[in-house]
């Protein structure tokens, strides 16, 4: 992400003309706390501690194409995806993605967890279609809009397509899943790190 990120950024500042660019980065670089972020938090204030190493490649990203904006040498849109899930009218999703495997693996090992602990955390999938004709609109677009305002840090603008109203616990999820996948027994162990492993192995053929 970082290295074809720096390429990018010199293929924008090249020439005279200014360019916009519209960069796809993710929610993840907020860390996953509590306190759920708006388009004006300044990312540079965030702990790396908590994030994947997918989500901290997208954090110094972000800070590179910050220091571009600063030095207005392109104007920089960010656009920060939650989860992204499948279509919304088609149903057609990324079959190797992480859920994806998920629901391989409980299908593999014919077991779907069930816990209290799993009622209060929760799915907020957004529609790929969704994700995808923003981003068009936003990359067509000769000026950002001028209802968007800057970040307090003045680094860029950005939009944050997130679901936050038709969440669903992953208690729920596995339950759909139990009705489609009758054989599923019900666990509220989690499979060990091995089988887990060997689980995911298949999956991902």
């Given at each position: 992400?970082?290295q ?6 010199k293929?924008?500042v ?39 190493g ?9 800070v ?20 992204i899930?499948?279509?919304s009218?088609?149903?057609e ?22 816990s ?13 279609d969704y994700v995808?004709?923003?981003v068009?609109?936003?990359s ?10 800057e970040?307090?840090?003045d680094?860029?603008?950005?939009y ?8 669903i ?18 666990t ?18």
């Amino acid at each position: 992400n970082v290295q074809s990120t720096k390429e990018v950024i010199k293929l924008v500042v090249s020439g005279r003309k200014r360019k916009n660019l519209v960069y796809i980065s993710t929610i993840g670089v907020f860390g996953g706390g509590q306190v759920e972020p708006d388009e004006y938090t300044d990312i540079t204030q965030q702990s790396l501690f908590r994030m994947s190493g997918y989500s901290k490649s997208k954090w110094v990203c972000e800070v590179l194409l910050g220091q571009v904006r600063e030095q207005k040498l392109a104007s920089v849109t960010i656009v920060r995806p939650g989860l992204i899930g499948a279509h919304s009218v088609t149903g057609e999703g990324n079959v190797r993605d992480w859920l994806s495997w998920m629901v391989r693996a409980a299908q593999t090992l014919k077991l779907a967890p069930t816990s209290e602990a799993l009622k209060s955390v929760f799915l907020r999938l957004v529609p790929v279609d969704y994700v995808a004709q923003t981003v068009a609109i936003l990359s067509l677009s000769h000026e950002v809009p001028s209802t968007s305002k800057e970040c307090s840090s003045d680094v860029f603008f950005a939009y944050h397509l997130v679901n936050s109203d038709d969440a669903i616990s992953y208690q729920e999820f596995f339950n759909c899943l139990k009705r489609v996948c009758p054989n599923l027994k019900e666990t509220g162990e989690a499979p060990s790190t091995k089988s887990f492993r060997h689980v995911m192995s298949i999956s991902c053929q």
